[in-house]
């Protein structure tokens, strides 16, 4: 079959990669190809990137007497995580998806269920969880009408056969629910929306004068390189007009790229968290989002400028912040549409339909004003974090009927 060679391939390009220190440093090769890590007995969680994990951390941390062995594959993500993770979890580096290194993994015993963030479906780790009769759910689960049809084109007899383990999916949007349908029973198959409300906290808003405060304009948050051509005449207009801005790149590693890029514009950088008007403020370390939100009014989410697709919004709510989005924003269409409707976030084509007055202190898109609109925000997060809720009082049910 295909995927064993193509797995196969992958693990001999890592085991010479994870020779290469910058490589292994990136990527915890070693880690990836040698798992050191006991999970027998033990609740396995895994999340591909920082945002699904921190969603898997609020989930674990109302099962306080469960251990808990949570993954991800990204190195930057595991170290920011250490750091974040309750006593009762351990964190690690996802094994990679070869027979060999998942004997490894199980070596000391099978774990007690897996449950997947969102989408990241490994056969390799299913097949061995239909093996040891593991259970497996998915939780916030998404199924892309992309990956979807990449699954067709790869093997989709495959997945349904690897699928055959998980026993729950409480899917995000009625989308997604409709595909899982497809891959296993209705009745195993829950519209809940997404997971990561559950770190809502509906505060109440700040006055205006609190709110005026707020050192940071505006907040780009989670931007990729790509995304530079979208938005570089926004970002002069408004230094121009005197605002603050603070910028977060996707990868902090690129902060060399970024200021080339803002000094070929004549635009002047001081490094966060020092923020002056018509400066960018630059954000050169992981895990900085929370800090910035604190300080900011309004926030432009990287991704939606480009085809990668829109980036985690929700922290930004969460933090009180109204914000703004591109037309990239992949299978959070069905959300945003919803948001957008009670006036939290707002869609433009184009970053230059933003409007800046009062010398930069105010920026606005036409007919939509993020400091009156911020007032939703709280009621908002309420309704969206009580589905989740409820979701979650089911799955703490399944995890406990599956001892």
């Not at 067709?152 to 349908?181: H, N, Y």
């Amino acid at each position: 079959m295909l995927y064993p060679v193509i797995q196969s391939l992958v693990r001999a390009v890592l085991v010479l990669g994870s020779w290469i220190r910058p490589w292994n440093s990136r990527w915890a090769l070693r880690a990836r190809l040698s798992p050191n890590v006991d999970i027998a007995h033990k609740v396995w969680m895994h999340g591909a990137s920082l945002g699904e994990c921190r969603m898997l951390l609020q989930v674990a941390r109302r099962l306080p007497q469960c251990p808990i062995v949570l993954t991800t594959q990204k190195a930057d993500a595991w170290e920011a995580l250490r750091a974040e993770a309750p006593a009762h979890v351990q964190v690690a580096i996802a094994p990679w998806d070869h027979p060999n290194i998942l004997k490894r993994w199980w070596s000391k015993g099978a774990p007690r269920a897996l449950v997947l963030g969102e989408s990241d479906l490994w056969p390799g780790w299913l097949a061995v969880c239909t093996r040891s009769h593991v259970p497996v759910s998915i939780v916030s689960a998404r199924f892309s009408e992309k990956a979807w049809k990449r699954w067709q084109w790869f093997g989709l007899s495959l997945l349904r056969k690897r699928v055959c383990c998980v026993q729950m999916v409480w899917a995000q949007e009625p989308t997604d629910a409709r595909i899982w349908k497809q891959l296993v029973s209705n009745d195993r198959v829950h519209c809940t929306g997404d997971w990561k409300w559950l770190a809502a906290v509906p505060n109440a808003t700040e006055d205006e004068a609190t709110w005026e405060e707020r050192p940071v304009d505006v907040a780009f948050i989670s931007l990729h390189l790509e995304e530079w051509l979208a938005c570089k005449e926004a970002v002069a207009k408004m230094l121009e007009m005197g605002s603050s801005v603070v910028f977060v790149p996707r990868f902090p590693q690129q902060q060399v790229e970024w200021v080339q890029r803002f000094l070929q514009l004549g635009i002047r950088c001081v490094a966060w968290p020092k923020c002056e008007a018509g400066a960018i403020s630059l954000v050169s370390t992981y895990g900085q989002v929370a800090e910035v939100l604190k300080y900011s009014r309004l926030v432009v989410q990287g991704g939606s400028l480009w085809i990668g697709g829109i980036h985690n919004y929700r922290e930004a709510l969460a933090a009180g912040v109204p914000v703004v989005y591109g037309p990239f924003v992949s299978f959070c269409g069905a959300e945003l549409k919803r948001l957008s409707q009670r006036g939290v976030v707002h869609p433009v084509r184009e970053l230059t339909e933003l409007c800046i007055g009062r010398e930069g202190r105010d920026i606005w898109a036409p007919g939509w004003f993020p400091w009156e609109e911020r007032h939703n925000i709280s009621a908002v997060l309420a309704t969206e974090k009580a589905r989740a809720e409820a979701a979650f009082e089911e799955f703490a049910t399944w995890l406990s009927d599956s001892r």
